[in-house]
């Protein structure tokens, strides 16, 4: 089930919120486990092994987290690494091993096993450092891994975030409404912008990426990291619009990266969990920037290669994560005061690689990105229509350049002005019919981190 | 305690071996996310599809049953798939006024008029055939045809059909039609092409004219498709076929050109519904050499 769709906005939200708030206070943890795996369900069914891999995950770490705590010593670091061998085992297994060739042929991948996992072993690894004290109840366990705002597309949630809040939060009809707003901000984000503004990437590849005119392929860039954008920001708004009306206050995962002057800070607004994740249980364990040069040099290599192959198990996301590494490094090395510095040239800078970075992102092959990067300088060529790009100017240029004003953190910071303001009231009535329209009227909903 | 696990033992081989019967579910043999029948050109087309469907379930059921009959009835069915292109190569004297299929001589398609829906748009774009006049787009249905106003230069004043056809005489004119309708009940399909056919026929009296064969969808579309799937596009394409006496109306199909097995090769298409760009100049080569025209006009 997307959160952008008539199943759920209409049926399975209301049900949600029904059952969620007749509770008592005391099995309002349950009912969203129950809801929580529902929702899996309904995304699995085809695949039912999955669900009860998941549940039995889940159910695993809770043991897991309960004999590292009671461990001393050698039994403690046993326990610890079993759970970390099963969590990541169960991620390499059903995402990895028909790309590293383990398996003749690729397996359906399990509906948010990378968050998932990655929440688990987070959880397992707090336990251990004395972060954070085992969950003793496993319902309350379960619904942190299983909460289904959080459970397809994130923010990876860390235990020590959120275990206050499951025992004890606060209800206040404020918040809900508050929650509310962002989901329709999220929704709108997500179907009245990104999918729409898809359409010409959809285009750019159902033309063939090798029959597009130069001005195209950098047409079809430039949409593709709208889309993408709102994609991602709908969907962050929405899980913590969500999590509000639900009670919870899940982290943040957004901020505005597209006004980022270098791709090290771009890193720090965008998937904000998914860069602390990393930072904090690979980064620093491996010595982070606190060794030598070399070695140094070496972490970053590792943390961005996995953060690129996180993405997908794919030649072009191990091609990303080394991209964004050679960036990192370049900017770690002398760059980065420099674009701090002259921050027109950083905006420029990141004008150029953000686009570049999402095409090894977005093309499923090597081949094909050649024959994409030849097409942006001029190169290739077959079968080409020279006013592809006009065309589609003329279709998409009414989306993409609000896209383009609301990259800026403008639109963010009038918000949090005037949010309580009547007529933003109007606004938000206004943008939940027009995602309405938008769903009813039938358009694709791909949404691109989903395969995570 | 050993026999209510053994229990346990046994509901877990008879769970599992259950949940393995369906292993097929497990297995990724998708490519990419198709949508509708819609690349984003044709966002309007995908609109139109999903807000026609209230006739088009009842529609289904009778299109199957008349087919049956018109498959026995009628052998030039038969030809109009699989012999379009051998048949009827030689231009001898059978009383027919035109050549039968030939190469296309120079400046043939300077005097030709497509008429078609978002395939023939592709063909326009990438077929790299200069000359015709394109009455073609997105969406274009045998049921909107007549309303329909397209401009037929950059930033002409949209036209309709019948101005289109009564301002010329063409030697020749194509007609691709038929996904959007796909919904429909094949005999009203049939019945609305017979009309087209007509009113195309009232002012061109001598042009050729041609029915192209709808292209198929892929493996992966069909087998997941109520509406869009190849065993409704060969009903329709069969129904199109019987309007061809290969005289003055011909049928042509490139499916052969494109198919894997019956239907569209995943390989050349992203969208599972239009091939790519780079495939176009084959379907204008075989248009070049299955061209016809009046044997007065043939030297």
């Known amino acids: 089930m997307v959160f952008s769709s008539f199943h759920f906005l209409l049926i399975f939200l209301p049900l949600f919120l029904a059952a969620y708030y007749i509770c008592p206070k005391r099995f309002r943890n349950a009912c969203m486990l129950l809801f929580s795996m529902a929702f899996y369900a309904y995304g699995a069914w085809k695949t039912p092994l999955y669900i009860l891999l998941f549940a039995a995950s889940m159910l695993a770490n809770y043991a897991f987290g309960l004999l590292t705590e009671s461990a001393e010593g050698k039994k403690k670091k046993l326990f610890l690494t079993a759970g970390l061998c099963l969590d990541l085992g169960i991620l390499v297994f059903f995402k990895y091993s028909w790309f590293l060739r383990l398996m003749p042929f690729k397996l359906v991948l399990p509906i948010g096993i990378s968050f998932y996992t990655f929440q688990s072993m987070s959880y397992l690894i707090d336990v251990y450092r004395g972060d954070a004290k085992a969950e003793k109840d496993p319902i309350d366990l379960c619904a942190y891994i299983s909460m289904f705002p959080q459970l397809i597309a994130g923010p990876i949630v860390r235990y020590t975030e959120i275990s206050a809040q499951l025992k004890d939060r606060e209800y206040t009809l404020e918040s809900f409404v508050s929650g509310v707003r962002l989901f329709i901000l999220g929704l709108g984000a997500k179907v009245v912008l990104a999918n729409q503004i898809g359409g010409l990437w959809r285009d750019v590849k159902t033309i063939g990426v090798e029959s597009v005119t130069t001005p195209m392929a950098w047409l079809g860039l430039i949409a593709y990291s709208f889309q993408l954008y709102f994609d991602f920001c709908g969907y962050s708004l929405m899980a913590i619009g969500l999590g509000r009306m639900a009670g919870f206050e899940l982290p943040r995962n957004f901020d505005s990266p597209y006004v980022s002057v270098s791709m090290t800070e771009f890193w720090r607004r965008w998937h904000i969990t998914l860069g602390a994740w990393f930072r904090e249980y690979l980064y620093i364990p491996l010595g982070g920037s606190r060794r030598s040069k070399a070695r140094n040099t070496l972490n970053l290599f590792i943390v961005w290669v996995l953060t690129g192959l996180w993405h997908g198990a794919g030649w072009n996301f191990l091609l990303w994560g080394v991209f964004l590494f050679l960036c990192m490094a370049a900017e770690r090395a002398f760059l980065l005061k420099r674009l701090e510095k002259h921050r027109l040239a950083g905006h420029l800078y990141m004008t150029l690689l953000i686009p570049l970075s999402w095409m090894i992102f977005a093309t499923d092959s090597l081949p094909e990105l050649a024959a994409y990067a030849q097409r942006l300088i001029g190169a290739g060529g077959l079968s080409v229509y020279a006013k592809d790009w006009s065309e589609a100017l003329g279709t998409y240029a009414k989306l993409l350049i609000p896209a383009a004003v609301l990259c800026t953190e403008w639109p963010a910071r009038l918000y949090r002005r005037y949010e309580k303001h009547p007529a933003v009231c109007v606004l938000l009535a206004a943008l939940l019919a027009a995602s309405v329209y938008c769903l009813y009227a039938g358009m694709n909903d791909p949404f691109l981190y989903f395969r995570f | ?299």
């Open chain 2, 1 to 299: 305690m050993l026999k209510r696990s053994k229990t346990i033992l046994a509901y877990l081989i008879i769970l599992t071996m259950l949940l393995c019967s369906c292993g097929e579910a497990y297995k990724d043999s998708s490519a990419s996310p198709a949508g509708g029948p819609s690349g984003g050109s044709q966002s309007e087309q995908s609109a139109k599809e999903n807000g026609d469907s209230s006739a088009k379930e009842q529609g289904a059921q009778e299109g199957s049953e008349g087919q049956k009959d018109s498959q026995t009835a009628n052998s030039s069915e038969e030809a109009g798939t699989e012999g379009s292109i051998e048949e009827n190569s030689e231009p001898a004297d059978d009383g027919r006024k035109t050549t039968g299929f030939i190469d296309a001589p120079e400046g043939y398609f300077e005097n030709v008029l497509f008429i078609g829906d978002s395939r023939c748009e592709g063909l326009r774009k990438y077929g790299g055939i200069e000359g015709p006049d394109w009455f073609t787009d997105v969406g274009l249905s045998v049921f909107n045809i007549k309303d329909k106003a397209i401009a037929m230069e950059e930033g002409a004043e949209p036209v309709d059909l019948e101005t289109v056809l009564s301002s010329k005489k063409y030697d020749a004119v194509y007609i691709g039609l038929g996904i959007n309708e796909l919904g429909y009940d094949i005999s009203v399909i049939s019945s609305r092409f017979s009309d087209l056919i007509e009113l195309v026929r009232s002012s061109q009296e001598d042009a050729v004219i041609f029915l192209m064969a709808n292209i198929h969808v892929t493996a992966a579309r069909s087998e997941s498709d109520e509406i869009y799937n190849n065993e409704r596009i060969e009903e329709l394409n069969t129904a199109i076929s019987m309007f061809a006496d290969f005289d003055t109306i011909y049928y042509i199909d490139v499916n052969p050109l494109f198919d894997d097995g019956g239907a569209l090769d995943g390989e050349k298409s992203f969208d599972d519904v239009h091939i790519f760009a780079k495939h176009y100049p084959e379907w204008s080569d075989f248009l070049r050499a299955h061209a016809v025209v009046l044997k007065e006009r043939a030297q």
